[in-house]
C-alpha cells in the first residue's frame, strides 16, 4: 500500500530567507510559490517524485523539525561537510561529539551527517550502505564499518 514519503512541510520565519537557502544552497528545485498563503515548494530529487513545503509562520508558532535528503555515499563522505562548510553551515554527527565526521547507523546500515537551516530544522544527508545491519555495532565511525565489514568476510 504504502510505497514511500511524498512530502514533508516545515514552517519558517522568513519565507525569502529559507527560499534562498533551500533553492541556492541546497539545489532543490522551487515548483510553486503562493504570496497570498506565504508558502513555497520544492521538488526533492525528481520532479513529482519528492516534495519539501515551506509555509511561513511567527517565530513563536514554529517548532523544530527534522528529516533527511537520500544522497550519494560517495557525496557524504568525501564532500557534504565541505560544501556545507562553504556555505556557512555547521556539519555535525549525530553523536554531536564536536566532530563534523558522517557516521554510520549500523542497524540500517546508512551513513549520515547533520546540518540546521535557518530556522534550527536538523537536516540530514544519508546514504543506505551495502550490507546486513548490525544493530549490536551501534554508530560508529565509516572506517569502523568497513573494518568490522572486512572482519566478517
Same mark, same amino acid.
Given at each position: *500500500?504504502?510505497?514511500?514519503?511524498?512530502?514533508?512541510?516545515? $514552517?519558517?520565519?522568513?519565507?525569502?530567507?529559507?527560499?534562498?537557502?533551500?533553492?541556492?544552497?541546497?539545489?532543490?528545485?522551487?515548483?510553486?510559490?503562493?504570496?497570498?498563503?506565504?508558502?513555497?515548494?520544492?521538488?526533492?530529487?525528481?520532479?513529482?517524485?519528492? !516534495?519539501?513545503?515551506?509555509?511561513?509562520?511567527?517565530?513563536?508558532?514554529?517548532?523544530?523539525?527534522?528529516?533527511?535528503?537520500?544522497?550519494?555515499?560517495?557525496?557524504?563522505?568525501? &564532500?557534504?561537510?565541505? $560544501?556545507?562548510? &562553504?556555505?556557512?553551515?555547521?556539519?555535525?554527527? $549525530?553523536?554531536?561529539?564536536?566532530?563534523? &565526521?558522517? *557516521?554510520? $547507523?549500523?542497524? !540500517?546500515?546508512?551513513?549520515?551527517?547533520?546540518?540546521?537551516?535557518?530556522?534550527?530544522?536538523?537536516?540530514?544527508?544519508?546514504?543506505?550502505?551495502?550490507?546486513?545491519?548490525?544493530?549490536?555495532?551501534?554508530?560508529?565511525?565509516?572506517?569502523?564499518?568497513?573494518?568490522?565489514?572486512?572482519?566478517?568476510?
Amino acid at each position: *500500500m504504502i510505497k514511500g514519503l511524498y512530502e514533508t512541510h516545515l $514552517f519558517v520565519e522568513n519565507l525569502e530567507r529559507s527560499i534562498e537557502f533551500y533553492k541556492n544552497v541546497l539545489g532543490l528545485e522551487k515548483c510553486y510559490f503562493e504570496e497570498e498563503r506565504r508558502a513555497a515548494f520544492f521538488w526533492i530529487g525528481e520532479p513529482k517524485e519528492s !516534495m519539501l513545503g515551506l509555509w511561513e509562520k511567527p517565530k513563536s508558532e514554529i517548532n523544530k523539525r527534522h528529516f533527511a535528503f537520500k544522497c550519494d555515499k560517495d557525496f557524504i563522505l568525501n &564532500q557534504a561537510t565541505e $560544501f556545507l562548510k &562553504q556555505h556557512g553551515i555547521n556539519p555535525f554527527n $549525530f553523536l554531536n561529539d564536536g566532530t563534523d &565526521q558522517p *557516521m554510520v $547507523f549500523a542497524w !540500517m546500515p546508512a551513513i549520515a551527517i547533520y546540518f540546521d537551516d535557518p530556522d534550527g530544522h536538523h537536516l540530514e544527508f544519508i546514504s543506505v550502505l551495502d550490507g546486513k545491519g548490525k544493530p549490536e555495532n551501534g554508530i560508529i565511525t565509516y572506517e569502523r564499518w568497513l573494518e568490522l565489514e572486512k572482519n566478517e568476510k
